[in-house]
């Protein structure tokens, strides 16, 4: 699989984890794991996207390339387009700096995901246990038979009214594969409604009536929105996960 651009959108200025791309994670940072990821996933290029120029030293300490973007991009896919605008890959894999120990096969399959008449897709993994089905941090997708993303929540979506009966739960993977047109109309649309109301820009895409495929993939919850998150992936790392 070859011709795939990856960007990887690393803003310094986070707000529940400010810096958290320079956080260290068994000797290295988080946003050098995530480069090295995209790179063993043999696809194609792989930039960092960043606004800071200490996110710059970094990549350039460990050999990768990274991109000046504006501190003013209203969202990570916003970030990306600017990077990837000027390229010609036709597909473009937006791989979130904050998920620093995924496997190289999680990032193939997602591309794999963007099959004929898809906009875009993205990677789940069955919810684990009940702390992170209630924990808003963790995002939840409902998806139909075919793989195709109906919503996302920061809730525990479905909601079983009557109880009793078994509900399968998937949490969403922050990781997106779009087509070059998809992603360039994705940015030029403004925040929708229910964007805003659960501050999950894939709503947007949904909204809009594009469609979002998911692969279904073996993974553990590595993403790392707030410190706590850091000794987790940590914990895994130990654990020899990566």
């Known amino acids: 699989m070859r011709g795939v651009l990856t960007v990887i959108p690393a803003r310094l200025g986070s707000t529940r984890f400010p810096a958290k791309v320079l956080a260290r994670l068994g000797g290295r940072t988080m946003i050098e794991w995530c480069w090295r990821a995209a790179k063993a996933a043999k696809m194609g290029p792989v930039l960092i996207a960043t606004d800071s120029r200490s996110v710059v030293d970094e990549v350039r300490r460990f050999g990768g390339v990274a991109v000046m973007t504006p501190s003013s991009c209203p969202s990570g896919s916003d970030r990306v387009w600017l990077a990837a605008k000027s390229r010609k890959e036709k597909i473009i894999l937006n791989y979130q700096g904050d998920m620093p120990l995924l496997k190289p096969a999680t990032l193939r399959a997602t591309v794999k995901a963007l099959t004929p008449g898809t906009d875009l897709a993205t990677a789940v993994i069955p919810v684990d246990g009940k702390r992170r089905r209630e924990d808003p941090n963790v995002v939840k997708a409902v998806l139909s038979k075919d793989g195709r993303c109906i919503y996302f929540s920061r809730l525990a979506v479905p909601f ?38 659960e501050k999950l820009e894939q709503l947007r895409a949904l909204e809009a009536g594009m469609i979002i495929r998911a692969a279904v993939v073996s993974e553990s919850p590595v993403a790392v929105d707030v410190p706590a998150d850091l000794k987790l992936a940590s914990k895994l790392l130990r654990r020899g996960n990566q």
């Not at 009966?165 to 994705?186: I, K, N, Q």
Request: hydrophobic share 35%; aromatic share 10%.
């Open 160 to 197: 079983a009214r009557d109880g009793g009966r078994p509900v399968r739960r998937w949490e969403h993977l922050g990781l997106y594969a779009y087509r070059r047109a998809s992603l360039r109309r994705f940015v030029s649309l403004p925040p929708s409604p229910l964007e805003k109301i």
